[in-house]
Structure formats: C-alpha cells, structure tokens
C-alpha cells in the first residue's frame, strides 16, 4: 500500500509561511519573504500538529511571489532560498517522519521564461513550437485567460523531456510525490508520458493531479482544456466522471467537490439537509484517492466563509478526518486564520486575501482550535 493512504497534508504556501521578517504591506502581490530555511525552522510545529505529509506550492525560479510564473523549471527561486536548502529541508522532513511533496506546473510557464521570449521575437525560433500560437507573435493559447502565462505544447516531444527531466531532478533529490497543477490543461497521453518513466525511476513516490472545472470558465476557455467528457462535465458538473478519469494515471485527485459540499454542509441550517449532504459525500467515491480540503490558496478561507463561525468549522473538520479519504489542512486554518473581506472578480489579486502571513504570534492563534486539530489528526493516525 502507498504512503499516500496514511497521510494528513498540511499546505504550505512558501511566501507567507515563516521566514518574513515583517508582515506590513502583505496585502500587496509582492514577495513578502516567506523562504524554505523557514518551513525548516517550522518542522518542529507541524510535526507537534500531527501531519505527515507537506505540499508546497512551487519554489522554481520564477516573477511571482506565489510561485506558478516559472521562468526556469531546473532552478531554485533566490527568494525562497537554494537547492542545498531544499536537499536540508527533505532531509529534516524525513528524519521527523515527514513526507514532503512539491507542486509541478507543467501545463505553462511565464511569458518572461527566455525560450518563450526567443519564440515571439525571431520567427525562426527552435522554441516557437514549445508554444502555441494562433497567429504568431501575439495570439497564443495561454493558461485560462491569463496572457502573462502562455501554454506549453505538450504534443512537442522536446517540451515534454524538458518537463520530465525537471521533475525528475526534483524527484531525485528526495522529494515524496509531485502535485500537478492545472492538470486538466493536459491531455492523458502527455500526462502519461511524463509520468510512466517517473514511476519506473521512483517506484515509492507519488502523483496527485489538481483537477477541477467550474461553472466560472468561460466556454471559449474550454477549448484549452483536454480532459474526455470536459464539455459534459462543465455543463452537468460531473466531477465524479473527471476524477475517474485520472484512475489508472494518477495515484490521488484533490478533491473539490468534496470541498464544496462540505461548505454547503456548514452553511445550511437543516438537518434534513446535512444528511442529505453527507449521504452525497459518502457517494462520492471511486477508483482514485481523494485529497480532501475545506480551503487552500486558491479559495477563501473556510472560517470566512462559514461566517467565522470556529464550531461550524470543528464540525466540518470531523467530518472531512472521518471520510475514508485523505485529508489536507491549509496553513493556518488549524490556529483560526480567516480573512475580512471576499474576493473580488473586479481585482486578480485579490486571493491574496487568503494568503496572508502564518500567525506565528501566540496571542492571536486559536489555541483551542489548534488543540483540537492535534487531536483530530492523533483520533486518525491511531486507528
């Protein structure tokens, strides 16, 4: 049996975890200072918390404090620190008993990357066709409607050992497992393609696919997406028919539909209804791992969105660790973090409001919260 199905993930968010040295003007969409030497000095407390497993969002060279504008998939962000402090982090993880599992951004990269930057200024690029472009130079596909992240062309053989080899080098220096993000964006034989040789080289890691379609992609984005059924899916909201679709592929499926069903059970006041809703979470399982979650950095924080209610949220938290899947607690949600205003469609950064600085402060962590979930994770991993 994997590692996978004992684990509990805790998510962290490199930038805003530990290693700032001030917290002021967090709200803007900057590097704060958040660094790898950070999650080390921070083992010891997620280690007391309980978790296992850690996923954290990307560390490769890149112009985005969040990490996903990659602009050198083999290197190490100055901001975050060094390949030697990844290397000691995997070490310390482990040597607590720690899994640790880093997120891979296959499906674009930056518009700053140089091999795009080659590909739109010389019609005869080697790279042009690492991108796909509608009408070269300024009409190519990118991620979503996003043009500062253009798509990579996975169909290019060069590209996808590009990609291979950069997980490959990652993977080799002693990390568990990979998240691929955006994994719809990619088609099953590239995802294949790239996964088969990883598995034969590191039998004992493993691959989580972060798969979601929601109503809010608009149809023309749609065509940018590769997964069977995704017209289907996006119309019906057939998520059970998107994750199956990963069974045999991947090894686990982050989870949200689960994520949403659990808000709506935190959210209605009918017990009749609650029923209904766990009926429906119980139903909700395949041939594929779940990674289940109340919130992460995409999303606003769950105590925010059950109206800072902490009981409605411990009740949700029970629930999501007694579900016969795998569960993963954003930084910050065990101590009581939430945020004071929703995003909003009008500002593109305004999911930084879910991604504030870890309290590290005694005084305004939730104590009892954060008491309560130590006991979560113990009631899970003694049974």
Request: charged share 25%; proline share 4%; net charge positive.
């Amino acid at each position: 049996m994997s590692w996978l199905e004992d684990a509990v993930f805790y998510q962290i968010f490199i930038d805003r975890f530990a290693g700032f040295k001030t917290t002021d003007n967090w709200e803007k969409p900057d590097y704060l200072g958040g660094n790898i030497k950070g999650i080390i000095s921070k083992l010891d407390y997620i280690n007391d918390l309980g978790a296992n497993a850690i996923l954290i969002t990307p560390f490769n060279k890149g112009i985005a404090y969040h990490g996903y504008h990659i602009t050198d998939f083999y290197g190490v962000d100055e901001h975050f620190g060094t390949e030697a402090d990844l290397k000691y982090l995997i070490k310390e993880a482990h040597d607590k008993g720690i899994r640790i599992v880093f997120d891979f951004v296959p499906n674009h990269c930056s518009n700053k990357h140089p091999y795009f930057l080659d590909a739109i200024n010389d019609k005869n690029s080697k790279y042009r066709d690492w991108f796909i472009f509608e009408s070269w130079p300024n009409d190519y596909q990118c991620f979503s409607r996003y043009k500062e992240l253009p798509k990579l062309n996975l169909g290019n053989k060069e590209v996808r050992q590009h990609l291979l080899g950069s997980a490959r080098k990652w993977l080799g220096i002693g990390f568990d497992g990979v998240r691929i993000d955006h994994i719809v964006g990619i088609s099953n034989d590239n995802i294949k393609a790239v996964i088969k040789p990883l598995r034969e080289e590191f039998p004992e890691a493993v691959f989580i696919g972060e798969a979601w379609i929601t109503r809010n992609v608009k149809l023309r984005e749609m065509k940018l997406l590769h997964t069977p059924y995704k017209y289907l899916i996006w119309l019906f909201q057939w998520n059970n028919r998107l994750y199956k679709n990963y069974a045999g592929i991947l090894d686990g499926i982050l989870d949200f539909e689960t994520a949403q069903l659990l808000e709506r059970y935190a959210t209605s006041g009918s017990g009749k209804y609650k029923s209904q809703i766990v009926k429906k979470i119980v139903r909700h399982r395949n041939v594929i791992s779940h990674i289940t979650f109340l919130d992460n950095h995409d999303m606003e924080r769950f105590l925010y969105r059950c109206g800072d209610d902490i009981n409605k949220l411990k009740k949700v938290a029970t629930l999501q660790f007694l579900l016969q899947a795998i569960p993963m607690i954003y930084y910050g949600t065990e101590i009581g973090m939430s945020q004071t205003k929703p995003f909003s469609p009008l500002n593109s950064y305004s999911d930084i409001l879910a991604r504030e600085p870890m309290w590290w402060e005694k005084p305004k962590q939730n104590s009892k919260l954060l008491d309560f979930y130590k006991n979560l994770i113990k009631k899970r991993s003694s049974k």
